[in-house]
């Protein structure tokens, strides 16, 4: 088979060389791609980015399965310009993804369907959020209403912080993409607790539950300094036990499937909660995603045994049977990455270093690339998380004792990265 992996970053890099591994694949074609991907020999960068052009493409080259990584070309609408042309992909449709590239239609469908989430308001005044913020006191959390990589939040531990953060929000060259032509905010209550990630491959009213994973958002050690689209992330999360699990299908998935279905807008697709899982074992919703996680994916993949493609053909076929009678087979070991990021990450990366050090993969490590070119036989940084370093061991422990071992042979002018990614689980 041939297969069209929509994206450039390191979770299309992971999945592109998860799919790979089935013994059905022939080609893989990744649009953009990264330096990553470049140099893979069973796979071809294509310069496409045009939902029309990409269709176009898949249709001319015959390819049977195309897989949307990223949340930009789900919310424009890819998934609808592939199927409404017959072709097979696997995503959420334009509406459905309005889960991640909408936080006010986020926050009002877990209202109206009862999915635990945080208090909110929702603002496109900013004297009137300016006034919220002074009334509530903080810490307070800011949201972007848009899709904005990951860096659209702001944790505000004091009231300047909060007022600074909705000025740069509804400004009107924030940087990101609002989707009613109109700066909006939403405000929510600060929740204690540990933040985890829960993913499903859906269908419908089905869902596959992949392995537990915990993000390491801010940029240095002991969750200091700014937020970040993710400086790390391990598999599985120890705070999601059985019984978390249990609840988080209930009182989560299970809900948010049928409110999608009850509203007209079924979803297929990767479905990603982060929640907040508090002292007492409440959980609560912080945000949906559209799609996997950025740096998860790359440990879960690790993980994975079972074959990804037999998976995703699964979630996009007729007979939703087929995603039923899936049972996913997990690596018992825990796997740890580590992100390497550019020089002034997360606000103006510096690009074009030459990266040293690359290793050959392996079944026990992978380096993922995510802002990397290939040109000219060097690998060059081109964006801001350039790298994610993951590695498997018997423990937490042992794979960030792998990981970082391999990611100190790594080097490339004004790089950083985190020393204590799954410090929680080793705490634990």
């Keep these: ?6 994206g450039g970053g390191g979770r299309e890099h992971a999945l592109a060389w998860k799919l790979n591994q089935s013994p059905q694949v022939q080609r893989i074609y990744v649009a953009l791609g990264n330096g990553g991907t470049a140099k893979h020999k069973d796979f071809d960068n294509i310069a496409l980015t045009d939902k029309v052009a990409l269709r176009e493409w898949a249709q001319a080259h015959a390819i049977d399965l195309t897989v949307v990584g990223p949340e930009a070309p789900l919310a424009a609408g890819v998934v609808d310009e592939f199927r409404n042309h017959g072709l097979r992909i696997f995503g959420p449709t334009q509406a459905a993804a309005q889960l991640e590239s909408s936080k006010a239609f986020s926050k009002a469908f877990m209202l109206r369907h009862g999915i635990p989430t945080a208090e909110y308001q929702s603002f496109e ?59 909006r905010v939403v405000i929510e209550e600060f929740l204690e607790g540990e ?26 050690d002991a969750d200091m300094g700014p937020n970040t689209g993710g400086m790390g992330a391990y598999s599985p999360a120890p705070v999601v036990t059985p019984e ?24 297929t697709g990767f479905l990603y909660a982060g929640l907040m899982i508090d002292s007492a074992g409440k959980v609560k919703v912080l945000e949906f995603n559209c799609r996997m996680g950025d740096p998860e994916t790359q440990p879960i993949m690790m993980r994975l045994k079972s074959d990804l493609l037999e998976l995703l053909w699964a979630a996009t076929d007729a007979d939703t049977q087929q995603l039923e009678n899936i049972e996913l087979q997990w690596d018992r070991r825990c796997a740890l990455g580590v992100v390497m990021a550019a020089a002034n ?21 992978m380096v993922f690339h995510a802002g990397t070119v290939f040109q000219d036989g060097k690998v060059l940084t081109s964006g801001g998380r350039v790298l994610c370093v993951t590695a498997l061991g018997d423990t937490v422990k042992q794979a960030q004792h792998h990981a970082y071992a391999l990611a100190d042979k790594l080097h490339f002018k004004g790089m950083q990265m985190r020393r204590d990614i799954g410090f929680r689980a080793i705490r634990r």
């Design 1 to 6: 088979m041939k297969i069209l992996m929509v």
């Design 125 to 183: 005044d900013a004297a009137l959020a300016h006034a919220y913020v002074d009334a509530q006191g903080a810490p307070i959390v800011v949201k972007a209403d848009g899709l904005a990589a990951g860096k659209g939040v702001v944790v505000a531990m004091d009231i300047q912080e909060a007022h600074a953060a909705i000025d740069h929000m509804l400004a009107k060259d924030a940087g990101v993409q609002h989707n009613h032509g109109v700066a």
């Design 195 to 220: 933040e985890a990630s829960f993913m499903v491959v859906a269908q419908g009213l089905t869902a596959v539950t992949l392995a537990t994973s915990q993000d390491h958002k801010r940029l240095l």
């Design 244 to 267: 978390i699990h249990a609840k988080v299908m209930r009182e989560v998935i299970h809900p948010t499937l049928k409110g999608m279905q009850q509203d007209g807008i079924p979803y």
């Design 345 to 365: 990450y997360p606000s103006t990366p510096e690009v074009g270093q030459e990266i040293h050090g690359l290793p050959s993969d392996s079944e026990e490590a």
